[in-house]
């Protein structure tokens, strides 16, 4: 495995591979989740570039950016163990500079859901990630489900901005009691993990009663909402597929949503129907 800091560096590197790359954007603290990511990748490309960059431009003043996990050494062990070819781990000063062109995420989509409580993220979010597919190069590039609506407008920038990536969606790996696996994970005391196990637990109650057909949006929302007393409920919505709000269940094209605050962590989960 190479592990590379200079976009320069690693564009010359790419260049001489005439294969197929698959792209695992990431910001570090590897866990499960990424690794299944990697694994995908590793499966279905001959060449595998993972990033690690905790990106700033993503983080809301007074957000966590400067107490985001890291494991260094871990994280490229990780990558070295699941054949990663390149670990590509820039700077921020090569990547940002003073007086920036800018990707904006969409008026409505962009600031609903986790746009709303934190506006301007996911400007953040498709400025890198437009930055890293234009360093990368990527045929196909791996995003996990769990995030939901970053897949959403990833996807929709590719297709707006008519980029020649495929966007390949991940399911969500989970601890084996439902806890989905979040870098974030880590900030919960043992007591809070234990609470935070109600996001995961309403999501597969929705799932039972739409197994049981009971369709409706609200009854959902609301029998989701008791499960998730007494979080801080962020949002729990109902989507279709192009991350438009609806009054029933579409099976096989929907999106049930939760982001919940536990102690002072952000949570997000999510099944897909
Ligand atoms: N449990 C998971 N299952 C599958 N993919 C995941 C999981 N968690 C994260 N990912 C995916 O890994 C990629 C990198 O995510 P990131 O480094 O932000 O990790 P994270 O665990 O989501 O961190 P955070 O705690 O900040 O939300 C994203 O595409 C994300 O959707
Ligand atoms: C896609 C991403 C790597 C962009 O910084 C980040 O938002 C993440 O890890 O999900
Ligand atoms: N996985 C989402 C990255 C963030 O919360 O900033």
């Given at each position: 495995m190479r592990i590379i800091s200079k976009v320069l560096e690693l564009k010359e590197y790419l260049k001489e591979q005439n294969e197929n790359i698959g792209f695992v954007p990431t910001m570090g603290a590897l866990h499960d989740g990424h690794i299944s990511l990697i694994k995908k990748a590793r499966a279905e490309c001959k060449f595998v570039v993972v990033s690690i960059f905790v990106n700033p431009t993503q983080f809301l003043e007074g957000e966590d950016f400067d107490k985001?996990?890291?494991?260094?050494?871990?994280?490229?062990?990780?990558?070295?163990?699941?054949?990663?070819?390149?670990?590509?781990?820039?700077?921020?000063?090569?990547?940002?500079?003073?007086?920036?062109?800018?990707?904006?995420?969409?008026?409505?989509?962009?600031?609903?859901?986790?746009?709303?409580?934190?506006?301007?993220?996911?400007?953040?979010?498709?400025?890198?990630?437009?930055?890293?597919?234009?360093?990368?190069?990527?045929?196909?590039?791996?995003?996990?489900?769990?995030?939901?609506?970053?897949?959403?407008?990833?996807?929709?920038?590719?297709?707006?901005?008519?980029?020649?990536?495929?966007?390949?969606?991940?399911?969500?790996?989970?601890?084996?009691?439902?806890?989905?696996?979040?870098?974030?994970?880590?900030y919960l005391t043992p007591e809070q993990r234990v609470e935070a196990l109600k996001i995961s637990r309403s999501l597969s109650e929705a799932s039972k009663m739409v197994g049981k057909r009971l369709l409706k949006s609200s009854e959902i929302k609301a029998h989701m909402k008791e499960i998730l007393k007494p979080l801080e409920i962020g949002y729990v919505e109902v989507l279709n597929r192009e991350f438009e709000l609806i009054s029933e269940v579409e099976l096989g094209n929907s999106v049930i949503l939760v982001e919940a605050l536990v102690g002072e962590t952000r949570l997000l989960d999510n099944v897909w129907l």
């Open positions: 985001y996990p890291s494991k260094d050494e871990a994280d490229k062990k990780i990558c070295q163990f699941a054949g990663v070819d390149v670990l590509f781990l820039p700077q921020v000063d090569e990547i940002y500079s003073d007086d920036e062109v800018r990707v904006v995420a969409p008026n409505v989509r962009g600031f609903v859901l986790e746009g709303a409580t934190r506006p301007g993220h996911f400007d953040g979010v498709l400025s890198v990630v437009n930055k890293l597919f234009n360093i990368v190069n990527p045929r196909y590039a791996y995003f996990g489900k769990k995030d939901a609506q970053q897949l959403n407008l990833i996807s929709l920038m590719v297709k707006q901005l008519f980029m020649d990536v495929e966007i390949i969606a991940v399911d969500t790996v989970r601890d084996s009691d439902g806890l989905a696996k979040s870098s974030r994970n880590i």
